[in-house]
């Protein structure tokens, strides 16, 4: 199943130095690839393995997911704003699949 | 969890360091099942204890691949989770660790461990001068009641644990 429905929380606008807190969450089955379908035949793992967040060029943050997060995977984590520039965030999947969301960052 | 200070972890050499977690060491071996380290002392606690929470090969193996030769410094790790999850499938976890995040002085690296799990490592995530502070929040899957770990590695290789213990009710890993 692919990624879909990002969504991402985070403080309408903000000043430099200012810590803000990022809240991502995308809908996506994260099958662990531990589970037998009816006919006993393992289901083949599907999950977002990769997270990342970068402001411009630059990483802020990155995890990597294994099995054992929960499907619909959440994750909160935060920025010191360095000035003006752009959020984006990248989620990659067992499938191949990548999904990007880009966001301006309103500095006062 | 533990409630040393910070403060006081500076204060300890690495020779009082060493000795003093030898001596964790052997009373985790009689009185704590989930870092007993030995064959046998695994076995004892097994016994003294119930439940036993002898954790997963697949986490020794994930654990000794993260410390290394290191030995983590208890107490900077807040890891919270609920005392209880009713549903293994979503269970919130917080992991934050005091930090100024500098370029010189910050956490590079937190992993996330399950004792029990059939995937010990749930996560890992990565800090930088950017993140500000070194906190991460998400839900995570718990196959059953276990000891939950999480291991950090600052910018100058210094290793950090916290653990936190959940009863789990219904299993969330999809195994067997």
Redesign the interface.
Known sequence: MAASKPRLKFPEQASAGEIIEIKALITHVMETGNRKDADGNRIPRDIIHTFTAHYDDQLIFKAEFGPGISANPFISFFLKVPGPGELWVSWKDDAGGETIERYPLNVV | MTSRSPAADRLIDRRTLLASTGALALAAATSRPAFADTQAGRAEAAAADAPPLVPTPQFEQAFAKVVGNGTPIEGRVVLELPEDAENG???PYKISIESP?TADDHIAEVH?L?TQ???A?????????????A????????AKTQEVVAVALTSSNTLLIGRHKITVGIG?????
């Open positions: 499938n979503i269970v995040m996330l399950s799990n059939p995937q490592s749930v996560a890992v995530f990565q800090f930088t001068p950017l993140s500000g502070k906190a991460v929040s998400g839900r995570m899957r718990l969330g890993c999809g195994a067997e």
